[in-house]
């Protein structure tokens, strides 16, 4: 059974940082991409940055400049580095892999708060 695990979140203040890591459990078949979201209360989830096995990256035009998603392919391992935080990063931040393609799949974590206050 897959299973994604997520650490990191927290409470911080304004232009702080935060480091999420999400750890994949019995994937057999390597994720084509792995990635964070996040959901605001009263917000749809939306993307934040996604990292393909090929190293690739893709981030919201929120999180550019700012964030940085990095992924260990050997580990089956993504993490989110996020500086300068605003009180508009808060929200749930959730893991994904997903893959497409033979022994296709899309997993989510469990979601980690994140609330940028002072």
């Known amino acids: 059974q897959v299973q994604l695990a997520e650490s990191g979140g927290g409470l911080v203040q304004p232009g702080g940082s935060l480091r999420l890591s999400c750890a994949a459990s019995?994937?057999?078949?390597?994720?084509?991409?792995m990635g964070w979201y996040r959901q605001a209360p009263g917000k749809q989830r939306e993307l934040v940055a996604t990292?393909?096995?090929?190293?690739?990256?893709n981030y919201a035009d929120s999180a550019k400049g700012r964030f940085t998603i990095s992924r260990d392919n050997a580990k089956n391992t993504v993490d989110l580095q996020m500086n300068s935080l605003k009180p508009e990063d808060t929200a749930v931040y959730y893991c994904n892999a997903r893959r497409s393609g033979i022994g296709d799949y899309d997993y989510w974590g469990q979601g980690t708060q994140v609330t940028v206050s002072s």
């Open positions: 990292a393909t096995s090929g190293g690739d990256t």
């Open positions: 019995g994937i057999i078949f390597s994720p084509n991409a």
